[in-house]
């Protein structure tokens, strides 16, 4: 590592491989879904990609991040592993229900996308929107405060990269209902497909920058990109505009 590079902070939000829901196959809620045989073998390209022992790994509690960090893990054994909350967006509550596709609960979640409001909880325990904008900097605060230097990666999901990424680009932490909607229009409008790293840079005295650009651990196999490029609940958002 040089110099420079040990002065950095370097991220990669890097977002789970195929899962099963995904796949458009029914899951038990939110973080039950595992990952297929595609996305265990996007778990394992990604693993190979990370140059050298990064100094943190973190995932999400969800099933489908915990086994898409398992390969970096078994790579890099003595480097220290951390769950944190930088699991999926879960607007929709109890409304996800056992045992239903995404394609089921895409009336609730056009729905819920429809109405702009960012302190909606919906389906009775649903995480809102300025909740997720809240999780999302706690996560960007949290890193800029750990001590390691180098590379952390973070095995997330894509909707909640995307608002990583929203609130670092705009600086807000407090949405309006129209702020909403633009952040709708924004995941609607880029892609981050299973397995996308996407890298944020922090310098010694400078906060986080995203880089421009983000690399995807593809294989062989045509690996077709969410709508939304983030998860089921992206995609499901870019179905629900008006006349889609």
């Known amino acids: 590592m040089t110099d420079t590079e040990a002065a950095l902070r370097r991220v990669w939000l890097i977002r789970h491989g195929e899962s099963e829901s ?43 991040a915990r086994e898409t960090a398992l390969p970096a893990r078994r790579r890099f054994p003595d480097v220290p592993y951390e769950e944190w909350p930088v ?38 325990d649903g995480e809102s929107f300025q909740d997720l904008i809240t999780r999302a900097r706690l996560m960007l605060d949290t890193l800029a405060a750990r001590p390691e230097r180098g590379l952390i990666t973070v095995f997330t999901h894509g909707l909640f990269m995307r608002a ?3 609130t670092l680009l705009t600086g807000i932490t407090k949405p309006t209902s129209e702020q909403m909607r633009q952040f709708r229009h924004f995941i609607e409008t ?21 880089l421009l650009g983000t690399a ?12 939304s490029g983030a998860s089921e609940h992206a995609r499901n958002a870019q179905e629900a505009k008006p006349a889609k």
Do not use: C
């Open 190 to 210: 880029s892609a981050t497909p299973n397995a996308t790293i996407a890298e944020l840079v922090r310098g010694e005295h400078t906060p986080f920058s995203l």
């Open 164 to 166: 990583a990424m929203w």
């Open 87 to 124: 699991q999926e967006f879960t607007y929709l509550g109890s409304l996800h229900g056992p045992n239903t596709t995404a394609e089921q609960r895409r009336p609730y979640s056009k729905s819920y996308w429809d109405r702009s409001d960012p302190a909606l909880v919906d389906g009775g």
């Open 22 to 64: 995904n796949a458009g196959l029914p899951t038990n809620g939110p973080g039950a879904a595992p990952l297929t045989a595609l996305g265990r073998r996007q778990a394992e390209r990604v693993a190979a990609m990370i140059p050298s022992a990064p100094s943190l790994i973190v995932s999400s509690t969800f099933v489908r």
């Open 216 to 227: 995807t651990a593809t294989l062989d196999e045509p690996v077709a990109p969410s709508v």
